[in-house]
């Protein structure tokens, strides 16, 4: 009974065997052909799903980074409050940097930037320091209302209070330019 069992299974497997191998010789589609259709299907989908992605993102990013621009305008004026001077200088080399058109300079003032920088100019003790504050209030002062503002806040008298520096050059340079700025928006800079 076993033997009989065993040789109608061994034929069962052999006739399936053989049927199999009989329509893989009168395919003409094979394994490989098969493989590189999978291969192409998972490449286009995941394609597919790289561009849903940057999509997305997209979407994502073009909501949220208009806040995080003001967020990191407040962060940096805030930054011209510590007492390290470091993070001073950290502080007023991103403002120069934000400070691109006359709405994000007039933004910076609002904020308090403008004041902040010149009590950083007025309280540094390093050149360093002095120099950063000033190429942010240079970057400022491109805009008149700006200019207007720090008049305002008492800038002619901090710029001329700094000391000549003969060790940097760009000191100078800066402070002449500030002066230079609001003599032209003819506020008076010799008192």
């Given at each position: ?112 930037g403008a004041k902040e920088l010149l009590n950083m100019l007025g309280t540094a003790k390093d ?65």
């Open positions: 009974m076993m033997r009989t069992l065993t040789r109608q299974l061994s034929s069962y497997l052999c006739r399936k065997n053989h049927g199999l191998a009989q329509t893989r010789k009168f395919s003409s589609f094979n394994g490989r052909d098969e493989l590189s259709m999978e291969e192409e299907a998972e490449r286009k989908i995941g394609w597919l799903l790289k561009l849903i992605f940057a999509g997305t993102a997209t979407v994502v990013a073009y909501q949220f980074f208009p806040y995080m621009g003001d967020n990191l305008m407040q962060q940096s004026v805030s930054l011209l409050q510590v007492k390290d001077p470091l993070f001073k200088r950290m502080g007023a080399s991103r403002l120069s940097r934000f400070a691109v058109d006359d709405e994000r300079r007039m933004k910076i003032v609002e904020i308090g050149e360093r320091t002095q120099k950063e504050a000033l190429i942010a209030l240079v970057a400022l002062s491109h805009s008149d209302e700006a200019v207007r503002a720090l008049h305002l806040a008492g800038a002619i008298s901090v710029i001329r209070s700094i000391p000549d520096s003969f060790q940097d050059s760009e000191v100078m340079v800066h402070k002449s330019s500030l002066l230079k700025r609001f003599q032209d928006m003819t506020y008076d800079t010799t008192s």
